[in-house]
């Protein structure tokens, strides 16, 4: 069993940034980021592998960058020139394959919430 806790989330101003992190308690070799409005499905962001692949969502990309601890065991979303629609609560995803899909992921962390104010 792999625990994930996320921090970094909070509220910023349009056009501002802020830096997500998520450390895990064992190895898998996908972790990525989904993120959830109120009333909305679940949807992918972003995803890396421990060989530095990475996918992006392509509503963040060329905004958000995705990274994977030295040691692997964790991952950052870097996330600029954020927008009013980029509020949800942001989760942090485990699992074997760097996928889009939540269903792919075994291990999720709580959340943590993301306000842009416009």
């Known amino acids: 069993q792999v625990q994930l806790v996320e921090s970094g989330g909070g509220l910023v101003q349009a056009g501002g940034s802020l830096r997500l992190s998520c450390t895990a308690s064992?190895?898998?070799?996908?972790m990525g980021w989904f993120r959830q409005a109120p009333g909305k499905e679940r949807e992918f962001v972003a995803t890396?592998?421990?060989?530095?692949?990475?996918y992006y969502a392509d509503s963040v990309k060329d905004r958000f960058t995705i990274s994977r601890g030295n040691d692997k065991s964790a991952v950052y979303l870097q996330m600029n020139s954020l927008k009013p629609e980029d509020t949800a609560v942001y989760y942090c995803?485990?699992?074997?394959?760097?996928?889009?899909?939540?269903?792919?992921?075994?291990?999720w962390g709580q959340g943590t919430q993301v306000t842009v104010s416009s």
């Open positions: 064992g190895l898998t070799y996908a």
């Open positions: 995803a485990a699992g074997p394959l760097p996928r889009t899909s939540p269903t792919t992921y075994n291990y």
């Open positions: 890396t592998t421990w060989t530095n692949d990475v």
